[in-house]
Protein backbone atom coordinates (compact mmCIF):
# COMPACT_ATOMS: atom_id res chain seq x y z
CA UNK A 1 0.00 0.00 0.00
CA UNK A 2 1.11 3.41 -0.82
CA UNK A 3 1.95 5.24 2.42
CA UNK A 4 -1.00 7.97 2.95
CA UNK A 5 -2.23 8.77 5.92
CA UNK A 6 -4.69 11.43 7.52
CA UNK A 7 -5.45 13.50 10.17
CA UNK A 8 -7.28 13.46 12.15
CA UNK A 9 -9.67 10.48 11.65
CA UNK A 10 -12.28 11.54 13.18
CA UNK A 11 -13.43 14.86 14.83
CA UNK A 12 -16.82 16.41 16.13
CA UNK A 13 -16.66 20.44 15.83
CA UNK A 14 -18.71 23.08 16.02
CA UNK A 15 -20.32 25.84 13.50
CA UNK A 16 -18.03 28.35 12.84
CA UNK A 17 -14.86 26.66 13.97
CA UNK A 18 -11.86 26.11 11.94
CA UNK A 19 -11.04 22.81 11.07
CA UNK A 20 -7.94 21.83 9.39
CA UNK A 21 -7.20 18.42 7.62
CA UNK A 22 -4.16 16.78 6.98
CA UNK A 23 -3.15 14.43 4.30
CA UNK A 24 0.41 12.79 4.34
CA UNK A 25 2.53 10.79 1.77
CA UNK A 26 5.51 9.33 1.51
CA UNK A 27 5.41 8.55 -2.09
CA UNK A 28 6.69 11.52 -3.83
CA UNK A 29 3.75 11.61 -5.88
CA UNK A 30 2.75 14.88 -7.92
CA UNK A 31 -0.73 14.80 -7.73
CA UNK A 32 -2.98 15.22 -4.99
CA UNK A 33 -6.43 15.74 -4.49
CA UNK A 34 -9.41 16.23 -1.51
CA UNK A 35 -12.65 14.14 -2.33
CA UNK A 36 -15.93 14.25 -0.02
CA UNK A 37 -18.21 11.13 0.62
CA UNK A 38 -21.88 12.09 0.69
CA UNK A 39 -25.08 9.02 0.81
CA UNK A 40 -26.33 9.70 -3.31
CA UNK A 41 -23.33 11.91 -4.34
CA UNK A 42 -20.37 9.47 -4.18
CA UNK A 43 -17.07 11.26 -4.02
CA UNK A 44 -16.78 14.51 -5.27
CA UNK A 45 -13.73 16.57 -5.61
CA UNK A 46 -12.69 19.14 -3.31
CA UNK A 47 -9.51 20.61 -4.69
CA UNK A 48 -6.23 19.27 -5.70
CA UNK A 49 -2.93 19.84 -6.36
CA UNK A 50 -0.55 19.08 -8.88
CA UNK A 51 2.80 20.15 -7.59
CA UNK A 52 4.34 22.24 -4.65
CA UNK A 53 2.05 25.29 -4.10
CA UNK A 54 -0.07 24.42 -6.87
CA UNK A 55 -3.32 24.00 -6.91
CA UNK A 56 -6.69 24.41 -8.34
CA UNK A 57 -10.76 23.80 -7.52
CA UNK A 58 -13.03 21.11 -8.09
CA UNK A 59 -16.66 21.07 -8.09
CA UNK A 60 -17.46 21.37 -4.64
CA UNK A 61 -14.72 23.94 -3.42
CA UNK A 62 -16.75 26.99 -1.86
CA UNK A 63 -16.21 26.67 2.12
CA UNK A 64 -12.51 25.30 1.46
CA UNK A 65 -8.76 26.31 0.90
CA UNK A 66 -6.03 24.20 0.28
CA UNK A 67 -2.33 24.46 0.62
CA UNK A 68 0.55 22.57 -0.16
CA UNK A 69 3.75 23.93 0.43
CA UNK A 70 5.71 20.44 0.27
CA UNK A 71 5.72 17.73 -2.05
CA UNK A 72 4.23 15.29 1.37
CA UNK A 73 1.58 17.33 2.63
CA UNK A 74 -1.72 18.77 1.18
CA UNK A 75 -3.95 20.49 3.55
CA UNK A 76 -7.81 21.12 3.72
CA UNK A 77 -8.82 23.73 5.77
CA UNK A 78 -12.87 24.67 6.46
CA UNK A 79 -12.35 28.52 7.43
CA UNK A 80 -16.04 28.28 9.21
CA UNK A 81 -17.18 24.72 9.55
CA UNK A 82 -20.84 24.86 8.85
CA UNK A 83 -23.49 21.39 9.43
CA UNK A 84 -23.15 21.39 5.18
CA UNK A 85 -19.57 20.17 5.59
CA UNK A 86 -19.89 17.27 8.02
CA UNK A 87 -19.07 14.27 5.47
CA UNK A 88 -16.27 11.87 5.45
CA UNK A 89 -13.34 13.39 3.25
CA UNK A 90 -10.52 11.17 1.55
CA UNK A 91 -7.38 12.22 0.34
CA UNK A 92 -5.99 10.61 -2.70
CA UNK A 93 -2.29 10.77 -4.68
CA UNK A 94 -0.80 9.46 -8.08
CA UNK A 95 2.06 9.76 -10.10
CA UNK A 96 1.95 10.98 -13.42
CA UNK A 97 -0.46 8.38 -15.55
CA UNK A 98 -0.37 5.98 -12.66
CA UNK A 99 -3.55 4.76 -10.60
CA UNK A 100 -4.74 6.71 -7.54
CA UNK A 101 -4.12 5.96 -4.03
CA UNK A 102 -6.13 6.42 -1.09
CA UNK A 103 -5.92 7.17 2.39
CA UNK A 104 -8.28 6.04 4.84
CA UNK A 105 -10.74 8.59 5.19
CA UNK A 106 -11.27 11.46 7.90
CA UNK A 107 -15.34 11.72 9.32
CA UNK A 108 -15.86 15.66 10.07
CA UNK A 109 -18.51 16.16 12.06
CA UNK A 110 -20.08 19.21 12.42
CA UNK A 111 -22.46 20.29 15.00
CA UNK B 1 -25.55 16.05 -15.33
CA UNK B 2 -23.04 13.95 -14.05
CA UNK B 3 -19.32 13.73 -16.41
CA UNK B 4 -19.69 9.84 -14.94
CA UNK B 5 -22.60 7.60 -15.01
CA UNK B 6 -22.97 4.14 -13.93
CA UNK B 7 -25.82 1.54 -13.43
CA UNK B 8 -27.31 0.09 -11.71
CA UNK B 9 -26.72 1.86 -8.53
CA UNK B 10 -27.61 -1.38 -6.41
CA UNK B 11 -27.36 -4.80 -7.23
CA UNK B 12 -27.90 -7.88 -5.43
CA UNK B 13 -27.40 -11.32 -7.09
CA UNK B 14 -26.63 -14.66 -5.63
CA UNK B 15 -23.02 -16.39 -5.35
CA UNK B 16 -21.89 -17.91 -8.36
CA UNK B 17 -23.62 -15.30 -10.73
CA UNK B 18 -22.02 -13.19 -13.37
CA UNK B 19 -22.13 -9.79 -12.58
CA UNK B 20 -21.87 -6.74 -14.81
CA UNK B 21 -21.58 -3.04 -14.10
CA UNK B 22 -21.76 -0.29 -16.37
CA UNK B 23 -19.84 3.32 -16.56
CA UNK B 24 -20.54 5.76 -19.12
CA UNK B 25 -18.56 9.60 -19.82
CA UNK B 26 -19.44 12.52 -21.60
CA UNK B 27 -15.97 14.02 -21.84
CA UNK B 28 -12.70 13.29 -23.38
CA UNK B 29 -10.16 11.07 -21.29
CA UNK B 30 -7.10 9.34 -21.29
CA UNK B 31 -7.69 6.75 -18.87
CA UNK B 32 -10.87 5.13 -16.44
CA UNK B 33 -10.06 3.82 -13.24
CA UNK B 34 -12.74 1.00 -11.67
CA UNK B 35 -12.34 1.60 -7.85
CA UNK B 36 -13.11 -0.85 -5.04
CA UNK B 37 -15.23 0.32 -1.44
CA UNK B 38 -15.55 -2.34 1.23
CA UNK B 39 -18.02 -1.12 4.16
CA UNK B 40 -15.09 -0.68 6.16
CA UNK B 41 -14.72 2.41 4.02
CA UNK B 42 -11.07 1.81 2.53
CA UNK B 43 -10.97 2.31 -1.54
CA UNK B 44 -8.98 0.25 -3.58
CA UNK B 45 -7.76 0.72 -7.58
CA UNK B 46 -8.76 -2.48 -9.55
CA UNK B 47 -8.17 -1.41 -12.93
CA UNK B 48 -7.10 1.16 -14.91
CA UNK B 49 -8.11 1.58 -18.96
CA UNK B 50 -7.54 3.37 -21.71
CA UNK B 51 -8.27 0.77 -24.55
CA UNK B 52 -9.20 -2.80 -24.67
CA UNK B 53 -9.81 -5.39 -21.79
CA UNK B 54 -7.90 -6.24 -18.56
CA UNK B 55 -8.33 -9.65 -16.45
CA UNK B 56 -7.51 -10.16 -12.83
CA UNK B 57 -8.62 -13.20 -11.27
CA UNK B 58 -12.59 -13.23 -11.59
CA UNK B 59 -12.55 -9.39 -12.36
CA UNK B 60 -12.39 -8.29 -16.19
CA UNK B 61 -12.69 -4.45 -17.15
CA UNK B 62 -13.46 -3.67 -20.49
CA UNK B 63 -13.78 -0.24 -22.27
CA UNK B 64 -14.68 1.07 -25.73
CA UNK B 65 -13.52 4.72 -25.89
CA UNK B 66 -15.99 5.21 -29.20
CA UNK B 67 -18.73 4.99 -27.31
CA UNK B 68 -17.33 6.35 -24.10
CA UNK B 69 -18.46 3.16 -22.03
CA UNK B 70 -17.10 0.79 -19.56
CA UNK B 71 -17.76 -2.61 -17.65
CA UNK B 72 -17.02 -4.07 -15.17
CA UNK B 73 -17.85 -7.88 -14.95
CA UNK B 74 -16.97 -10.33 -11.94
CA UNK B 75 -17.25 -13.66 -12.64
CA UNK B 76 -18.71 -16.64 -10.12
CA UNK B 77 -19.34 -14.17 -7.93
CA UNK B 78 -18.83 -14.47 -4.04
CA UNK B 79 -19.80 -12.87 -1.13
CA UNK B 80 -16.70 -11.15 -0.10
CA UNK B 81 -16.97 -9.14 -3.88
CA UNK B 82 -19.88 -7.46 -1.59
CA UNK B 83 -18.76 -3.56 -1.75
CA UNK B 84 -19.25 -0.39 -3.55
CA UNK B 85 -17.65 -0.31 -7.12
CA UNK B 86 -16.72 3.70 -8.68
CA UNK B 87 -15.93 4.16 -12.20
CA UNK B 88 -13.41 7.22 -12.23
CA UNK B 89 -11.97 9.11 -15.27
CA UNK B 90 -9.21 10.99 -16.00
CA UNK B 91 -9.26 14.07 -17.38
CA UNK B 92 -6.00 15.64 -18.75
CA UNK B 93 -6.59 19.61 -18.53
CA UNK B 94 -2.80 20.88 -20.33
CA UNK B 95 -1.26 18.90 -17.54
CA UNK B 96 -3.37 19.11 -14.48
CA UNK B 97 -4.18 16.03 -14.31
CA UNK B 98 -8.21 15.52 -12.50
CA UNK B 99 -10.13 12.28 -11.53
CA UNK B 100 -13.90 12.43 -11.47
CA UNK B 101 -16.20 9.77 -10.05
CA UNK B 102 -19.15 8.44 -10.47
CA UNK B 103 -21.73 7.36 -7.93
CA UNK B 104 -20.96 4.07 -7.45
CA UNK B 105 -22.54 0.75 -7.78
CA UNK B 106 -23.44 -0.87 -4.48
CA UNK B 107 -23.04 -4.70 -4.97
CA UNK B 108 -24.60 -7.72 -2.66
CA UNK B 109 -23.24 -11.26 -3.19
CA UNK B 110 -26.04 -13.50 -1.10
CA UNK B 111 -24.45 -17.00 -0.42
Known sequence: DAGITQSPRHKVTETGTPVTLRCHQTENHRYMYWYRQDPGHGLRLIHYSYGVKDTDKGEVSDGYSVSRSKTEDFLLTLESATSSQTSVYFCATRKRGGVPFFGPGTRLTVL | ?111
Open chain 2, 1 to 111: KNEVEQSPQNLTAQEGEFITINCSYSVGISALHWLQQHPGGGIVSLFMLSSGKKKHGRLIATINIQEKHSSLHITASHPRDSAVYICAVHISNFGNEKLTFGTGTRLTIIP
